[in-house]
């Protein structure tokens, strides 16, 4: 009855069109009524404690630094220095697409934002080539969603917060997953692309791959002194986002020299109006997470799921499965906020290892930025490029297919996920 009322407040007070913050401290308080424990100051003091977390300083920090690179030059460089490398193969423009993903998803970590900036430049260049739009969009958003899976990741920021998981594990375990993700996209294009009859760019000199290399250094180093400094305990994630944040200034003011003083005031509030939608959903997210512990909401779940705890996989395939529907009508974030404290009590119940859990959800939740029909992402892809809904729709399921794909392969084979974690942990 427990799970019932959390369930029927939340989705009730969504469905009546009540922002998602809004709906999580509505089904917190009926929680607490439900179970009389009812006080106004044990809803504050939760709100409060939700946004006081030293990890959670790292999402401001990231997101300045992505509003830093779109506008200061650094993501045009990158997406110039893919074009370089292999704009010339057959269906090279979408290859591009997917290189510049993986390079821009290792400077910001927002799905969003480098999903935007990766339509603005490469649609109308693919379009013109010869690309049909529809994939095009489709392969933008699909490459897009990489970015909360390859660190830096807010998602993954989010998620270790509220599931009390070792940020700087996640960050690392999730290098692999985001370069596969990026190779199923890539195989998802080469068959789309196969037959078609389109002209690609002419191949670069190396002269000419090696100015753009030189010109794209800069952006390049950022992720490296990222991973390096988490990988050797140099810093934490909280200022790996400083050190992101102030390097990214740096080139974008004094070197690039595409970022005036004088845009640093709309910068800086653009990204401060991004923190504060974040924020405060994992602020109103503690209440409900604070009662789903009282209520002992997890332990009804993990009855429930009794069935299936003596076979991780079989366990695992099915919560996975749970976060794909529920991915189809919830953005990123709240799913990540809601869902984490009810499975993370199922998924330390059988014994699965928490890091390779929570990659496995983040990426779930990654694709779910694509599904239709809330798709974020898809949404953004199609304002960005004056596509239509039905159209991106129709372009984004071979990439989508892709992805799951992928993810039930980690699904089943966890080496992919634990191997490489290991090998950059150290």
Partial sequence: MVLTVFTASLLGTMAIGMPIAYALLISGIALMYYVDIFDSQIVAQN?????????????????????????????????????????????????????????????????????????????????????????????????????????????????????????????????????????????????????????????????????????????????????????FGVFTPTEAGVVAAVYALFVALFIYRELKISELYAVFVSAALTTSVVMFLVAAALVSSWLITVSEVATTLVDMLQPFMDNQTLLLLVIMILVVIIGTAMDMTPTILILTPILMPVIKAAGIDPVYFGVLFIVNNAIGLITPPVGTVLNVVAGVSKISMDDIIKGVWPFMLAQLIVLFLMVMFPILVTGPAKWFGG
């Fill in 47 to 231: 709100v409060i404690n939700g946004a006081d977390s030293f990890p959670l300083l790292a999402v401001p920090f990231f997101m300045l630094a992505g509003e830093i690179m779109n506008v200061g030059g650094l993501s045009k460089r990158l997406v110039n220095l893919a074009l370089a490398l292999v704009g010339h193969v057959r269906g090279g423009l979408g290859y591009v697409a997917i290189l510049a993903a993986v390079f821009l998803a290792a400077l910001s970590g927002s799905a969003v934002a480098d999903a935007a900036a990766l339509s603005a430049l490469l649609v109308p260049m693919m379009v013109r080539a010869g690309h049909n739009k529809a994939h095009a969009g489709g392969l933008i958003a699909a490459s897009g969603i990489i970015a909360p899976v390859i660190p830096p990741s807010i998602g993954f920021v989010v998620f270790g917060v509220v599931g009390g998981v070792s940020i700087t594990k996640l960050f690392l375990a999730g290098i692999v997953p985001g370069i596969l993700l990026g190779l199923g996209v890539a195989l998802a294009w080469w068959w789309i692309v196969r037959n078609e009859n389109v002209e690609s760019p002419p191949r670069q000199s190396a002269k000419d791959i090696m100015k753009a290399l030189v010109d794209g250094i800069w952006a390049l180093i950022l992720p490296a002194i990222v991973l390096f400094g988490l990988k």
